[in-house]
């Protein structure tokens, strides 16, 4: 596991096509933004969970106004991102999250920053 701390709207890179934002912090709950591409099912794990045991059809997930997903996560929850990359909220303090961020050797993952520069 890969842990980043990131603050509100700081991003990570996950491959070259998503984009995890932190867009809100309120107590120990972070508004998470996720612009995937719409072939990617992203869930949170308790729903990634239940479609993965009893074939569950997922609810529609709310977007923002740009069209991203945006979901609340709070520690120790997470998201799944296709079946292979996991987002957890390891801690939050004050205005800092720590991401925890499980994923194949072989999908890269950055801060924003320095996705641009490579």
């Known amino acids: 596991m890969l842990v980043l701390s990131r603050q509100k ?7 070259d096509n998503i984009e995890i934002t932190i867009v809100d912090i309120r107590g120990d709950k972070v508004r998470l933004g996720i612009n995937a591409p719409k072939n990617i099912p992203v869930h949170r794990k308790e ?3 239940k ?5 569950a059809v ?6 923002n106004e740009k069209g991203n997903l945006v979901l609340s996560r709070q520690k120790d929850e997470s998201i799944m991102i296709g079946d292979d990359v996991e987002i ?3 801690d939050v303090r004050g205005n800092k999250v720590r991401l925890g961020i499980t994923a194949p050797n072989s999908i890269p993952v950055h801060r924003k920053e320095v996705w641009l520069k490579i």
């Open 88 to 90: 957890m909220i390891v």
């Open 9 to 15: 709207d700081e991003s990570i890179i996950i491959g």
């Open 47 to 49: 729903i990634w969970l």
């Open 58 to 63: 997922p609810k529609k997930i709310p977007t």
């Open 51 to 55: 479609i993965q045991k009893e074939g």
